[in-house]
């Protein structure tokens, strides 16, 4: 007994350091591009929203959550600013109006994207690409084309944070304000009316990772200076937030890895034991065999019967009983002499045809009489009934 005390001491002792250093062991960093205010992580823009007001000291902070029609939609704006930052920037043909009508009025927009809508993209002619690649050099070097912004020597960042830029664009209407070493057009300015759009294809210049660096806040200070001092910035969360954030039911659920694996172990669980009840308890629904009309086939076995025994006379017998009960039953007429009066009565109330009515007469006088039937007459008999029957439908 004081063996296995001494095993269980020792098994809770290891049970209890496993899950401290658990509990204390450094979380790895997440590199999650998020781009959102409130986000520490590399890829957040928790520095720069802290910022923006030494930025822009006289302009009020406006976060919105909403698209950008229903942002600027019955607004009159004037003298202000728009930025969007985010890994995709989604734009309709609603939103595209409210932007043209907010910068008409003199107002101006800073996007910092990767991706383009493309109704966006066809509007202002543009391409992107990047020169990323494992085998040139681990920094990217890009500068402004102003030469009162630039210093002599370019900023360098890592080589992912600053390697998109335009590939294609309008050099008509597009005012290129940065390139990359190789003078590709990596900063671009849009005039419409009296307001400006500007295009980073880099946003993580702006992110807490890019401000970090050496050159960020110098690059990230000035590429925003293009911005006027206006009365109010309206901080764009809808694009950003619209593509992290997880709106599904089981989303507690499926953000934890534990959880996860717990509900996949009790859904296949739930699926095998509804597998195994419906073997063991389904019964096979038995075969339903449809009634079979038997008055046919009793037809057919009393006619092989009297066919056998050959007894005409009975059988004569029993149809020229069964045609008078016909005749009393439907037209109301005594049968117990078969004259000429009850012929000519059966003839005006069935409109049968008198001459029929006279031979089927005649022929029942016979078999009442007790005479042999031979098969000639017995299919005579039968014929001139059903023939009877016929006329009188």
């Known amino acids: 007994m004081k063996g296995y005390r001494l095993y ?22 997440d590199w999650t591009s998020t781009y959102l205010k409130e986000d520490k992580i590399p890829f957040g823009t928790y520095i720069l929203h802290q910022q923006i007001q030494n930025i822009f000291p006289r302009s009020g902070i406006l976060v919105s959550n909403k698209r950008v029609y229903n942002t600027l939609k019955d607004k009159q704006f004037k003298n202000s600013n728009y930025l969007l930052v985010a890994s995709q920037i989604d734009v309709d043909r609603f939103d595209l109006k409210e932007l043209l009508r907010f910068m008409n009025d003199g107002n101006h927009v800073f996007m910092a994207s990767f991706k383009l809508s493309d109704i966006l993209r066809k509007k202002l002619r543009l391409e992107s690409a990047s020169s990323f690649s494992y085998t040139d050099s681990p920094t990217a070097s890009i500068n402004f ?44 300015r849009y005039t419409f009316g009296k307001g400006s759009l500007y ?65 996949y172990l009790a859904l296949g669980g739930l699926v095998i034991f509804v597998l195994f009840q419906m073997k063991r308890r389904q019964r096979i629904i038995p075969l339903i065999v449809r009634p079979a009309n038997s008055s046919v086939e009793f037809v057919k076995v009393v006619g092989k019967v009297y ?36 012929q000519e009565q059966l003839c005006l109330r069935s409109g049968a045809d008198p001459a029929t009515v006279r031979k089927i007469f005649g022929l029942i006088k016979g ?5 042999p039937v031979d098969d000639k007459t017995l299919i005579l008999f039968n014929k001139l009934t059903e023939q009877f029957y016929k006329q009188v439908q």
């Not at 809770?12 to 350091?17: D, P, Y």
């Not at 078999?367 to 005479?371: A, H, L, T, V, Y």
């Open 145 to 188: 084309t102003n030469p009162r912004l630039g210093p002599k020597t370019n900023y360098l960042f890592k080589k992912g944070l600053a390697s998109q830029y335009y590939s294609r664009f309008d050099t008509s209407a597009a005012t290129v304000l940065g390139k990359n070493k190789a003078g590709k057009a990596n900063f671009l």
């Open 8 to 29: 269980l001491i020792i098994g809770t002792l290891l049970l209890v350091v496993y899950l401290l250093a658990q509990y204390y062991k450094p979380k790895p960093t």
């Open 367 to 371: 078999i009442g009489k007790g005479s």
């Open 199 to 263: 295009l980073l294809p880099n946003p993580q210049l702006l992110t807490n990772y890019g401000l970090l660096s050496a050159a960020g806040p110098a690059y990230a200070s000035k590429a925003l200076s293009y911005l006027p001092a206006g009365q109010t910035l309206i901080w764009d969360e809808f694009n950003s937030r619209d593509s992290t954030e997880d709106k599904a039911v089981l989303r507690v659920i499926f953000g934890n890895a534990y959880l996860r694996w717990a509900y």
């Open 307 to 342: 066919y056998q025994q050959r007894d005409n006379q009975d059988i004569a017998s029993k149809k020229s009983k069964y045609f008078l009960a016909h005749i009393r039953s439907r037209y109301q007429l005594k049968t117990v002499e078969l004259n000429d009066e009850l």
